[in-house]
């Protein structure tokens, strides 16, 4: 793709100006990321769609990072549905020029430990570098969910105008009926609902669980601010050896209790925002007390960690403050005759380490894979979307788990170093489990797309290496024994650093097992060195992950 893919479009001649006298074959409920995404993989397969704008679409607090996973995702919605502009989501440069020039780009995740009333310790703190096969981002959410709509809309789709939004939703035994703000009724023979917590669908069957079924708790606040400091103004780059500049990456600072996420959209020569998304999550329990503003309770909370009072002491918000005093919501039912209840309408979870724009695409694809055949086949029996909800129960589920571990291990730097080193490896090892599948079906005479669609798997849903899935359930069972009080927090990192040490499926050039290899690059000597244990020494199932991206650190065809 160009850089300026926007002219790269399909011209419109197959898009559908919105028609109250058709019956279309699929309503969905919600202009977001995952609205948009849908509606083009749909439209593009011959679907008749229609998007309706929902109220929230623009101001619901949603996920702003990608890493070199949620691309492999994206890759494989573009490779298999036939829609080019959807891997650009995974390569910032392949991006169209106003999405670029209002985003920002992501070479790092950094993670910066604090101590209440201390300077942040440069020993405690990891960054993980982006390797330069890849290209990811920070998403202006606003800007980019619009984008899909127009994908959508360029690949058929029907979009209600701007203004127009849902104010109604239900199915009857002649299909389903959407009801919007200029008093007009629309016909579908299903609806996906991708609008958010406030669903008048979801209302109709049961709305949200009393108690949501997830392990975490967390108040969220959440913003765009202008004038926050870059990190490595706040302290000398030199006091974190071998590190890049904390700003051109993602920025987490992890306290007790509770971390905050910065998002830089201004960190790359064409980038003209100068906002920085700000999300703060915490843990009730242990935050007691605080101001029930929003904007009150994130000073109260910076004020505490002196590099953190610097960083934001000339920021302003540029935006309205959302503030969840609970953030985690579970639907009580998420599908049914003919509906779909999706992502955020479905279940809400902590906005952090990526998983809200990673889930939205695994969830595009899942459910694209019984929609499309049931839409061929005029047949929407319930028992395929049956199991697409249950794998998306699992899949948040797989999702909570991580995030409450998160939690747990901010009680301590020590488990933090550990429990960063199994996110990374678990993130590093689905991205070329995913690419091998792909590429495998890809090859193959027939094209069967059944490898990437083993749902039954839960949260790694293709083949992973031998031995990942248990590495991850033992480290995470740790740090929940040290949430129960059951384990020390150092005995759970030695025991995950061991584990490390030990899987022979870890590659041991990454040093993951090391607790002072606190900052990764994978450089081309480090390349060359996994090639050689690949080709040595390396488990037979890992062997086959390796492609050419990896070893010379350029973006094949084969990866756009």
């Known amino acids: 793709m160009t850089k300026n893919q926007a002219s790269a479009l399909p011209e419109p001649g197959s898009a559908r100006a919105p028609d109250p006298a058709e019956k279309y074959d699929v309503a969905v409920l ?15 397969q011959g679907v008749r769609v229609l998007i309706v704008p929902a109220a929230h679409d623009r101001t619901e607090a949603s996920g702003e990072t990608t890493v070199p996973y949620t691309a492999e995702v994206f890759l494989l919605l573009a490779k298999r549905f036939g829609i080019p502009e959807i891997a650009a989501f995974g390569l910032f440069p392949d991006l169209p020029e ?65 203004g127009v939004q849902m104010t109604d939703a239900w199915t009857d035994p002649d299909g389903a009926r959407v009801e919007t703000s200029d008093g007009r009724v629309w016909r579908a023979r299903y609806l996906v609902d991708v609008s958010g917590p406030d669903s008048p669908l979801l209302a109709r069957h049961g709305g949200d669980d009393a108690e949501p079924r997830l392990g975490l708790r967390s108040r969220v606040i959440a913003t765009h601010m202008t004038g926050v400091t870059r990190f490595e103004e706040v302290r000398s780059p030199s006091e974190y050896p071998r590190t ?7 920025v987490h600072h992890i306290f007790d209790g509770g971390w905050i996420q910065l998002v830089r959209f201004d960190n790359h020569s064409g980038g003209d925002n100068p906002a920085t998304g700000v999300t703060l999550s915490l843990d009730p329990g242990r935050w007691e007390g605080l101001p029930d503003d929003p904007e009150k309770a994130f000073r109260v909370v910076v004020e505490r960690y002196p590099d953190l009072a610097r960083q934001f002491a000339s920021a302003q918000a540029v935006r309205p403050w959302t503030n969840a005093p609970l953030y985690q919501r579970t639907a009580a039912r998420s599908h049914g005759e003919r509906w779909f209840a999706l992502e955020r309408t479905a279940a809400r979870n902590d906005l952090f380490l990526s998983r809200d724009v990673t889930m939205a695409a695994e969830m595009v694809h899942a459910l694209a894979t019984a929609l499309v055949p049931a839409v061929r086949r005029d047949d929407f029996a319930t028992a395929p979307f049956a199991r697409i909800a249950a794998f998306q129960d699992e899949l948040a ?17 020590r488990l933090w170093n550990a429990f960063s080193r199994v996110w990374l490896l678990w993130q590093i090892l689905a ?18 797309w059944t490898p990437v669609e083993r749902f039954e798997l839960g949260g790694i849903w293709f083949h992973a290496p031998a031995g990942l899935r248990g590495l ?4 995470l069972r740790a740090i929940e024994s040290v949430g129960t009080g059951d384990l020390p927090a150092a005995s759970a990192a030695d025991g995950i650093f061991a584990e490390l040490r030990r899987e022979k499926f870890v590659p041991p050039l990454y040093a993951f097992g090391d607790p002072e290899a606190k900052v990764y690059h994978f450089t081309i000597p480090k390349r060359l060195k996994m090639l050689w244990w690949v080709k040595t020494s390396a488990p037979a199932d890992f062997r086959r992950l390796l492609t050419r991206d990896n070893v010379t650190s350029v973006t094949s065809a084969t990866s756009r």
Do not use: C
């Not at 959410?141 to 994908?151: K, S």
């Not at 589920?397 to 730097?413: H, I, K, P, Q, T």
């Open 397 to 413: 589920a797989f999702n909570d788990r991580w995030l409450s571990a998160a939690r747990v291990a901010g009680r301590d730097f």
């Open 98 to 162: 106003d999405i670029r020039r209002d985003s920002g780009i992501k070479k790092s995740l950094g993670f910066l430990y604090h101590r209440t009333g201390e300077d942040q310790r440069p020993d405690e703190s990891v960054q993980f570098n982006v390797p330069g096969e890849h290209a990811e981002w920070h998403l202006e959410r606003r800007g980019v969910d619009m984008y899909t709509v127009r994908l959508a809309h360029r690949y058929g789709a029907a979009v209600l105008p701007h």
């Open 431 to 448: 991205d070329l489990s995913l690419k091998r599948a792909r590429l495998d079906v890809e090859a193959s005479a027939g094209r069967d």
């Open 30 to 44: 919600g202009g977001t990321l995952a609205g948009g995404l849908l509606g083009a993989v749909l439209a593009s």
């Open 244 to 250: 890049t500049p904390w700003s051109q990456g993602t």
């Open 472 to 475: 991850i359930d033992r480290s």
